[in-house]
């Protein structure tokens, strides 16, 4: 299995920038997808980005498009998650996981699909 710690949040005005941090120890795997989610009070965990750890590939939530970027550094076993021009709809509590064992890239964000999760890093975005 995986331990996951996120990392990074805080508060930030409208229009500034964050970025989080998720950190992988425990056992070793050739390829997994990288999950970031996040959760607002009273609504539904969403998918925000996930990355392919073994090449790369990435994937968005049409809402933070443009806006935002995952990226992965191997060598630490850690996937970042670069959120510019933050609004005040991104507030949520963020979540990080892992998919040991990927299969196609149709349902990323899709929650149930992800066998660990981190405690996650709370985001907050002023107006």
């Known amino acids: 299995q995986v331990q996951l710690v996120e990392s990074g949040g805080g508060s930030v005005q409208a229009g500034g920038s964050l970025r989080l941090s998720c950190a992988a120890s425990g056992s070793t795997y050739s390829n997994v997808l990288m999950g970031w989610f996040r959760q607002a009070p009273g609504k539904e965990r969403e998918g925000v980005a996930a990355i392919y750890t073994a090449f790369g590939a990435t994937y968005y939530a049409d809402s933070v498009k443009g806006r935002f970027t995952i990226t992965r550094d191997t060598g630490k076993k850690t996937v970042y998650l670069q959120m510019n021009s933050v609004k005040p709809e991104d507030t949520a509590m963020y979540y990080c996981?892992?998919?040991?064992?990927?299969?196609?890239?149709?349902?990323?964000?899709?929650?149930?699909?992800?066998?660990?999760w981190g405690q996650g890093t709370q985001v907050t975005v002023s107006s």
């Open positions: 996981a892992a998919d040991l064992y990927p299969a196609g890239a149709s349902t990323w964000s899709v929650p149930r699909r992800y066998d660990s």
